[in-house]
């Protein structure tokens, strides 16, 4: 399973994700991640994160945090992801 590293702008911690799985939506990169620790837990909390491309060899991940595309983002990682259940906070 690939994994990359996130840091968050607001404190600048770095957190290890491994990646679940990627979609394409209007024509840009989605993946979904969870933090490696909680690989093997039955109850993980994901992330979908939107590919940003800076540069051929870089590429800069934010989290998707507009409704509307991560509800039609969400609906196109259930048909790929079909042995995960996902459940979508309000």
């Known amino acids: 399973m690939d994994t990359i590293k996130f840091v968050f702008d607001e404190t600048n911690e770095e957190v290890n994700f491994a990646v679940l799985g990627s979609v394409e939506y209007n024509e840009d990169v ?3 991640v ?3 620790e909680e690989l093997e837990n039955d109850d993980m909390t994901a992330y979908i994160l939107k590919a940003i491309e800076l540069s051929d060899e ?3 991940y ?3 945090d507009d409704e509307e595309e991560l509800d039609a983002v969400t609906e196109l990682f259930e048909d790929v992801l079909e042995n995960f259940e996902i459940d979508q906070d309000e």
């Open 30 to 32: 989605y993946l979904m």
């Open 34 to 36: 969870v933090e490696e």
């Open 58 to 60: 870089e590429v800069l």
């Open 62 to 64: 934010e989290i998707v």
